[in-house]
């Protein structure tokens, strides 16, 4: 077994909620198989009795977990579970060098790392363990549902399929081989230059405030949450984004390739008008199609929602509908 690293972690609460007073929170660590070390916020109920079912958070994409992992987080414990909310490897408080990367394997790995934590927890019963992946990491946990027979119950929420919008851009509108062709000729040839620098460029977070008006509204809905309301110095998405080639191998690893095989229960929820619900829909169509394993699988559209309100907004997010989902496990 390897060693965890000694990370430095604040002790201060800087999230970009508010703490909550029906829960007791902690700093923790684990470890990955790769033996990068990751940061965690845990969540345990105040007077808790017996071992509960426990839930690990992660998400969105290149955002940390003092943003709204962490609120899911605390809510669901403040309903009973076990939680933690972790930063992915290579962000935030949480290990691995360079900083800034991303990698379909590792960041499904990261997810497995954090369900071995849980499993071997003292508070938590092994055997009702779920997931929550938020916005690109909602297709990561779809990937590690399908890979992970100890994961007992599993919510995409606001997903993003990160393979298909590397590949295919948005809406799949460069979903061509010459113009995949083209990004990776770009992106290589920046591998060149940096190699020889000895240091990335960053990829650029969201947009500052305020927007121009001439952005789509998901551009301006995104810089509103990490650049506003939701700001935090150590989110990528807040400041300057991603490696510049940080995310180039998600162009041919699709994640979703087994989901038709996942046994144990998954909802996909959705906001019916946020740009990304085209990912929620096909990935649970394509979760439904020809499987055996159907009858526990749902998809859960929120009239009139965007993709954001499934962030923060908790006159949205369906947390009813959660703690019934996972206290099934």
Known sequence: MMKTAELKL??????????????????????????ITLAADMYTPKGMDGKLPAIAVCGPFGAVKEQCSGLYAQTMAERGFVTIAFDPSFTGESGGEPRYMASPDINTEDFQAAVDFLATNELVDPER????????WGGMALNTAALDTRIKATVASTMY???????????????SEEQRYNKKVTLNNLRTEEYKKGSYSRGGGCLPLPVPEDVPFFVKDYSEYYKGRA???RSLNSNDGWN???????????????????????LVIHGDKAHSCYFGKDAYENMVKDSKYADNKELMLIPGAVHTDLYDN???????????????M
């Not at 829960?23 to 990955?32: A, E």
């Not at 363990?129 to 690109?136: R, S």
């Open 10 to 35: 604040t002790q201060d609460w800087d999230k970009t909620f508010e703490k909550s007073d029906k829960v007791d929170h902690r700093k923790v660590t684990f470890i990955n198989r790769y033996g």
């Open 129 to 136: 363990i779920g997931i929550i992946g938020i916005c690109g």
């Open 161 to 175: 399929d990160m393979t298909r919008v590397n590949a295919n851009g948005y809406f799949d509108s460069e979903d």
């Open 231 to 233: 700001y935090h110095p």
């Open 244 to 266: 510049t080639i940080g995310c180039l191998s998600f162009m041919n690893q699709p994640i979703l390739r087994y989901t038709n095989e996942i046994r144990s229960s998954v």
């Open 314 to 328: 908790t006159d949205v997010i369906p947390f009813d509908k959660l703690e019934e989902f996972f206290g099934k």
